[in-house]
C-alpha cells in the first residue's frame, strides 16, 4: 500500500526541519555559506573543506581539502623511538562516505 500524499509532505519538513536545527545545521549553514569545516574521521585523519552536498547519512561532497594525519616513522632494532611526523596533502574534489565521520566542527581556527 501507499502512502498519502500528507505523510509524505510532513516527512519532508520534519526531515528540513532537522537539517536547520539538529546536528546536521552545520553542515548545512558550510553549504550555504561557503565555510570551511573541519572533520574528524575513522581512520585518525581530519579533512578541513567546504562542503558542497550532504545528506542525512553524513555523506559529503568536499572542495578544497586538506587532509592531515600523523605517521610514526618505522625504527630498527636498538635505536631510538622516532618522533611523529605530521603529513598532509590536499585534494580539489572527494566523495566522503558517512560512516567514516566520527565529528563535524564548524569555524575551524
Known sequence: MSKPMEEDTNQGKTEEEEFNTGPLS???????NNTQVLI????????????RAFDRHCNMVLEN?????TE???????KKKALPINRDRFI????????SVIIVLRNPK
Not at 552545520?26 to 550555504?32: A, I, P, Y
Not at 581539502?65 to 594525519?69: A, G, Y
Open 92 to 99: 580539489s574534489k572527494m566523495f566522503l562516505r558517512g560512516d
Open 40 to 51: 574528524n574521521c575513522r581512520n585518525n585523519r581530519k579533512l578541513l573543506g567546504r562542503v
Open 72 to 78: 610514526v616513522p618505522k625504527t630498527g632494532k636498538g
Open 26 to 32: 552545520v553542515l548545512m549553514m558550510s553549504v550555504k
Open 65 to 69: 581539502v586538506r587532509e592531515m594525519w
